[in-house]
């Protein structure tokens, strides 16, 4: 719902409405994970589009991994898509990290390995990991521990409408 805020905005009165609170983990510790030598990888549009359609459009959109600047698409033995990951620089120090991974292949460990490899090219590029997720998402909690990062604090978003 919108929550009326005291004050007047520039342009009159202003409404809030509140999108939601996230978890926030960082790290700067390297992910070890078995497969990262013999990993297959990829950041052909294609096999994004491929891996994209595999996945819920809200999945897709709350990752966001095509919009991000560095990505990593996992291949298996047949060169399928079978898993995504990726970051954005934030601010010079920070890489906001992305993992996204098709219904029918969680589960399998292709997000951790593609997960690790995203999070220690950002660490290779002197960045800091930052792992955003709703509190909700126990999934995507669960494989940020296992990557590394350290939840400390929470984020919460609103967005300030003219009423």
Known sequence: GLLRLAGEGPEGPTAARLLGEAVLAFTDAYADHEGLDAAVVADEEALLGDLQRECPPDDVTEVGLAGMDHRFVLL?????????????????????????????LRRGGHGALVGALALNDALDAGLVGQWRCRETNLASLALGRRLGFEPVGRQTTVLLQPV
């Open 76 to 104: 298996d033995d047949r060169e399928a898509a079978v898993a995504g990951a990726g970051y954005d620089e934030q601010q010079g120090i920070l890489a906001h990290l992305g993992v996204l991974t098709p219904p029918a």
